[in-house]
């Protein structure tokens, strides 16, 4: 079995990329949402952690996170999490689908891949690309034509604590910063 390595730092920020089983445009579901919000809620509480940023798409998601200083335990919460969302809504999938003989010898359900993106964020511009990649991807992959028009993301925070302008990616001289946003 490979050994997979990552970078880890106590208390470094770090950003995700999280996948559904074979694409499986699941994740913006009311059930899928609310598991996902109590999966995070039981993590937090023995394994604290801030969330800087957050976008959730029907199939993928994508987040940064901020550990607690000597903290490097993100595998461990993200499999807490994974864990909540697949039982809570095992009802979703059939009784085998998706889970091969593998998957079900790991006792694993047919939400998630098995594995997940991340990255260290290094400084302050890095963290800003980061940061636009995550706001801008629901446009990117079409499901709308701004940033703002997503309702799971946390652009609305942002705008709102002015971070970004109101029309970041979708109007005005914004439109034409954030076009290659992703590419």
């Known amino acids: 079995m490979p050994e997979y390595r990552r970078i880890k730092k106590g208390g470094g920020t770090y950003f995700f990329t999280v996948v559904t ?11 899928v949402r609310q598991a996902l919000r109590e ?19 029907p199939d993928h998601l994508h987040s940064i996170w901020t550990l607690p200083e000597h903290d490097d335990r993100y595998a ?8 909540c969302v697949t039982k809570r809504c095992k009802n979703l999938l059939g009784p085998e689908e998706n889970v091969n003989i593998s998957r079900n010898r790991r006792h694993e359900g047919g939400i998630w891949q098995r594995r997940f993106w991340d990255h260290v964020i290094r400084d302050e ?4 690309r980061h940061l636009d990649y995550l706001h801008w991807n629901p446009v990117k992959h079409e499901y709308v034509k701004t940033p703002m028009e997503w309702p799971y993301s946390t652009i609305h925070r942002f705008v709102a604590q002015g971070f970004y302008p109101t029309n970041w990616g979708g109007g005005g001289a914004d439109k034409d910063q954030s076009s290659n946003f992703g590419e």
Do not use: C, H, N, Y
Request: glycine fraction near 4%.
């Open 39 to 57: 999966g995070i809620s039981k993590v937090r509480q023995s394994m604290p952690f801030s969330i800087d940023a957050w976008v959730l798409l």
């Open 76 to 83: 461990a919460r993200w499999a807490v999490i994974k864990s």
């Open 125 to 128: 511009p890095d963290f800003q």
């Open 21 to 31: 089983q074979g694409r499986r445009p699941i994740l913006t579901s009311p059930e």
